[in-house]
């Protein structure tokens, strides 16, 4: 697959924000995602597109009459009678599920709770890496950020780059020991 064509990788991404991709393409997905940013992006595109959505609607309790007859076509009535009562159990479900969505939440949107916010908090800086992008002349032209365990790199341009019409500036990493690979697109506004 080509996977330079945005079209391709943006229905890729709406796909798998979803959840409709089937699971042998859904795990070559995440590997890309890991390796191109331009899958990232796109995956963090669909997400920030969706998220107003789940707020605009509004949360409703099931009768209890729905829980009853998914309990007797489970066959949970059976293991009721022999386990107590399910529903005693409620609190201690909240609560998991409370913890593995707030895990959620930060995973797949880190930038919920903002460096700022962490500095104010904790009046120090998380682990992070920095790295200065100078020009031929030694002046600052990029910044490049990102938390020790973060996923997300933040690209700040600090001076204009000089990109030809029709194109885009690509920061590419050089690892010592690997072959290069594209780290992300450099943002021409600010």
């Known amino acids: 697959m080509n996977y330079d064509d945005p079209d391709l990788l943006d229905r890729l991404a709406a796909e798998y924000v979803f959840g409709s991709l089937p699971s042998r393409v859904r795990r070559r997905f995440e590997r890309l995602r890991q390796r191109l940013p331009a899958a990232e992006e796109a995956v963090l595109d669909w997400e920030r597109r969706l998220i107003p959505l789940s707020a605009s609607v509004p949360s409703e309790r099931p009768p209890a009459r729905i829980w009853d007859a998914i309990d007797q076509r489970t066959g949970g009535a059976a293991r009721r009678s022999s386990a107590g009562s399910w529903r005693s159990l409620w609190p201690v479900w909240g609560f998991a599920f409370g913890i593995v969505a707030t895990l959620g939440v930060i995973r797949l949107f880190p930038d919920a709770m903002p460096i700022e ?74």
């Open 117 to 190: 916010a962490i500095v104010q908090d904790r009046g120090t800086l998380p682990q992070s890496y920095v790295g200065v992008l100078t020009d031929a002349q030694n002046n600052a032209v990029l910044l490049a950020s990102s938390t020790r365990y973060g996923r997300l790199l933040s690209i700040k341009r600090l001076r204009p780059v000089q990109v030809p019409s029709g194109r885009v500036a690509v920061l590419w990493a050089l690892p010592r020991d690997g072959a290069p690979f594209a780290v992300g697109i450099v943002p021409m506004a600010e």
